[in-house]
């Protein structure tokens, strides 16, 4: 298992769909998670630190946990399985709870993701992923190779783009 970080999150041209770069700490290597357009915005308005006058899901969440006296400590991507990747949130309770137990949840990579952005905690992917889905991050490439043509298009990617696209979505809803 290792530590990763968000890059960026990008637009796949092709599917009209926001994709999440998570960079793998220690190696040259990069995972691309597909996530839904109301979740990639509650990702980028975490990632920039914009807080809304009343809270989102994801602020509710956060407010159970402490709520019922655990806080968020990681999140683990720990499985893909047909093209779907699986993750857990694990909460530890605090000092004042009376439970001794860690708790480990099913949860959806993009909502964990927007979790753990929030809460500044650690992101760690199993060494499954990273060995079968991760995509190299080097600068010196072959240009004919399909990793590249993907690194090609992450890197022209315009954020703009995705804002535009996320704010004609809200304006349609």
Request: with cysteine.
């Amino acid at each position: 298992m290792k530590k990763a970080i968000v890059g960026n999150i990008l637009l796949d041209k092709i599917h009209n769909s926001p994709v999440v770069e998570l960079k793998v700490e220690e190696i040259k290597r990069n995972v691309y998670i597909w996530i839904g357009a109301c979740e990639a915005w509650a990702l980028a308005m975490a990632m920039e630190h914009i807080e809304i006058e009343r809270p989102l899901t994801h602020d509710l969440i956060l407010k159970t946990y402490d709520i019922f006296k655990y806080q968020l400590v990681r999140i683990v991507i720990s499985e893909i399985n047909a093209g779907t990747y699986y993750s857990k949130v694990i909460l530890e309770p605090h000092a004042d709870n009376p439970s001794e137990g860690i708790i480990e949840m099913d949860c959806r990579p993009s909502d964990a993701l927007v979790l753990a952005v929030k809460k500044n905690v650690p992101i760690y992917i199993s060494s499954d992923i990273i060995v079968n889905a991760s995509v190299e991050d080097t600068p010196d490439y072959n240009k004919d190779s399909e990793t590249n043509k993907f690194k090609e298009f992450i890197e022209t990617f315009n954020v703009e783009e995705l804002k535009k696209y996320l704010e004609e979505k809200n304006e349609d809803s």
